[in-house]
């Protein structure tokens, strides 16, 4: 059973930047396309970015685009989200989740497309 798990939110203040890392275990990251989702308070879960098994693919949400940057290391079973120029609007609980259900060069944004999930962290981004 593939477990992941979520890490470095926190505070930061706007235009700074955060790498948020998601580790997995039980079973190899190869298998599971990747999307990093975000739940601002009183808000629905959007998807943010998507990457393919391999990292030959990637799809990212309008707001994100040329700010942040997704990534995996299949031999250290992580996936990264690199983002920049973080601003209020960023602010949420940041989780990613892995599925199979997807094309092997496949990426979605949808989250009834995820099988698994982790358990989110936090990002607040304020002055």
């Known amino acids: 059973q593939l477990q992941l798990v979520e890490s470095g939110g926190t505070l930061v203040h706007p235009g700074g930047s955060l790498n948020l890392s998601c580790a997995a275990s039980?079973?190899?990251?190869?298998?599971?396309?990747i999307g990093w989702f975000r739940q601002a308070p009183g808000k629905e879960r959007e998807g943010v970015s998507s990457?393919?098994?391999?990292?030959?693919?990637?799809a990212y949400t309008d707001s994100v685009k040329g700010r942040f940057t997704i990534s995996r290391d299949n031999l250290k079973n992580t996936v990264n989200l690199q983002m920049n120029s973080l601003s209020p609007d960023d602010t949420a609980v940041y989780y990613c989740?892995?599925?199979?259900?997807?094309?092997?060069?496949?990426?979605?944004?949808?989250?009834?497309?995820?099988?698994?999930w982790g358990q989110g962290t936090q990002v607040t981004v304020s002055s």
């Open positions: 039980g079973s190899p990251l190869r298998h599971y396309a």
């Open positions: 990457i393919d098994r391999v990292g030959a693919n990637f």
């Open positions: 989740a892995a599925t199979t259900r997807l094309a092997f060069w496949g990426t979605s944004l949808v989250q009834n497309e995820y099988e698994y």
